[in-house]
């Protein structure tokens, strides 16, 4: 395992165990701000800083649940840079007496903000079940995803702005590229092509992406590897959230 790869799972796994502390403070030091866990149910809020994040939260409602620990069933490293690690994990929260009582898979954009790694975003799927069949939204969310790199390289502003789900967040280092509706988004003069496209997590009612892709412009072309986080709300099929990172980008540290 390379050393960006363990700094990726290291930053999920402190995540957990500090989850598992049930100190909300401590949990929320685990991550980088602006925060933001988009997926396909419930309200997504932007939390600016750790302490609002962390007043947002009542353990007790977990508790309740029958909420003793949680563990992990994976986590792998998907993609790395020298300031951004893309994570897919699943966990599953257990009771006092081992009863498996719910299960999230998700991709984490870990990013390192001020020489601190932490959690910048959570990619939230819902969990289908190990046996069940989502092939179907697998196969709408490569076309989805297609769909919009035609519409892109088009400069079809209104097509792509149709095929995203609102509030749609790109994820930065540090930061957080915030569409709240339509009229939000604009497209720009580069152009993409799509090396590969992996499923990471399919539910029935979204999906987590990962892919390789080549952005062409002005400059020249360049490799970028991304993950997205594809939904279904409200009835539309939409991308939600992504985030890009150059493999090859050199850590900035080494420039000084």
Not at 11 to 38: E, G, I, Q
């Amino acid at each position: 395992m390379s050393d960006l790869e363990q700094i990726g799972i290291d930053a999920v796994d402190r995540f957990l165990t500090t989850w598992n502390s049930r100190d909300k403070d401590l949990w929320a030091s685990s991550l980088n701000y602006p925060h933001v866990r988009p997926g396909p149910l419930g309200k997504i809020a932007v939390a600016e800083t750790a302490e609002i994040y962390a007043s947002r939260f009542d353990y007790q409602q977990v508790i309740d649940t029958g909420w003793d620990h949680s563990e992990w069933d994976y986590r792998q490293v998907l993609h790395t840079s020298a300031e951004k690690v893309h994570v897919a994990g699943q966990w599953s929260r257990y009771s006092a007496a081992g009863e498996k009582i719910h299960t999230n898979p998700i991709i984490y954009v870990v990013t390192r903000v001020a020489g601190q790694w932490g959690i910048q975003a959570r990619f939230a799927a819902d969990y289908a079940g190990d046996e069940a069949d989502t092939s179907g939204m697998e196969s709408r969310g490569f076309k989805l995803v297609e769909d919009f790199v035609l519409n892109f390289n088009n400069n079809n502003q209104l097509a792509c702005s149709e095929l995203m789900n609102y509030p749609h967040f790109g994820i930065g280092i540090g930061q957080l590229r915030h569409h709240a509706t339509p009229d939000d988004y604009g497209v720009s003069e580069s152009r993409l092509k799509i090396e590969s496209l992996q499923s990471v997590q399919t539910g029935n009612l979204s999906m987590n992406i990962a892919m390789d892709v080549t952005v062409e412009n002005a400059s020249g072309s360049e490799p970028y590897q991304a993950v997205m986080n594809i939904t279904l709300r409200d009835g539309h099929l939409g991308i939600q959230a992504w985030s890009l990172l150059d493999p090859h980008a050199h850590d900035p540290e080494d420039e000084k």
